[in-house]
Each structure stands twice: as structure tokens, then as C-alpha cells.
């Protein structure tokens, strides 16, 4: 299901002076910070703990990483591994199989392609709360950094000094 009602305004696009005016210049409140390093489950085999750090590489470059999340980054990270294993099934076995009935041959999907399709599923669902899809992307915020970085400092002064 879609997200309800009108999509957002940009900041700094609300009347001056009302609530949403100053709700949309305080941003998001800042995520609680990661100490160290969030080590993958031991559930996980070595599909999942390379997906793993790769989510969580992508979530700490998009200031999303929260140590709350580790449960989902866990069922992610196992489902991912579960389609990976189906997909080289899939490869090895094909997609469909014949089976005969009492009216003849009549193409069926296999195991493996069933549950594939599912966990595609589940893990786009997982994706678009992670914000890993381009949809979901455009609706996140993303806590702002406390210290801008090099380029985003940079990037701040060219802006305030013009471009002519």
C-alpha cells in the first residue's frame, strides 16, 4: 500500500511563521549513534554476511544506520541469502517442470521459483523501509550530520558565494 495523503513539500515551501514552517527547517531528529561496529548474526552464512556489510555500508553513507534496525537488517540479510540460494537452484534446475496429469503434460512452476518470487517480494518490501529503492529514497530524510563533511562544506560555500 502506497503512503497516504499528499507527498510533502520541501523545506522552506510552507508559509512562513506557521508549524510546518518551523517543523520543516528542525529536519529529522538525529538517529542515536552506532558504537563500533554492528557484527552480522551467526545465523548468517557467507551470502548473508557479505550482504550485510554492503547494507551496512550503504545505510551508514545515507545516515540511516541505527543499531534498532539490526532486526530487520537480520531478516534482510537471511532472506537475501534464501533468494540467492533459490536463484542458483533456479539456474541449475529451471523455473518450471512438466508434470503429468490424467489430461496430459501441464507446465508447472518448481519449488524453488515460488519462493524466489516470494522473498523478491519481502525483500523489495524490506528495501523501500531501508530506503534502497529510488522511491523510497525520495521520501527519507536522513539525519543531517552534526560536523558538515568536506564536500558538503564545499559545496555550502560555492552555493553562498554564486555562481557569477
Keep these: 500500500m502506497g503512503k497516504r495523503g499528499p507527498a510533502p513539500k520541501p523545506p522552506g515551501t510552507h508559509a512562513p511563521g506557521t508549524h510546518r514552517d518551523t517543523k520543516a527547517k528542525s529536519g529529522p531528529a538525529p538517529l542515536p549513534p552506532v558504537s563500533g561496529e554492528l557484527d552480522p ?5 557467507d551470502v548473508g554476511r557479505d550482504r550485510w556489510g554492503w547494507l551496512i555500508s550503504k545505510l551508514r553513507a545515507m545516515r540511516l544506520l541505527s543499531s534498532s534496525d539490526y532486526p530487520a537488517m537480520t531478516r534482510y540479510c537471511r532472506d537475501w541469502e534464501r533468494w540467492w540460494d533459490a536463484q542458483e ?4 534446475e529451471g523455473e518450471s517442470t512438466t508434470k503429468e496429469t490424467r489430461r ?44 558538515p563533511t568536506e564536500a558538503e562544506d564545499k559545496a555550502q560555500r560555492f552555493i553562498k558565494r554564486g555562481t557569477g
Design 41 to 45: 548474526p551467526s545465523i548468517l552464512g
Design 89 to 92: 537452484h533456479i539456474e541449475a
Design 104 to 147: 496430459g503434460p501441464v507446465v508447472v512452476q518448481t519449488f524453488y521459483s515460488k519462493l524466489a518470487g516470494e522473498l523478491s517480494r519481502e525483500l523489495r518490501a524490506l528495501e523501500g523501509q531501508f530506503g534502497l529503492t529510488p522511491s523510497a529514497r525520495s521520501g527519507l530524510g536522513g539525519a543531517k550530520s552534526p560536523v
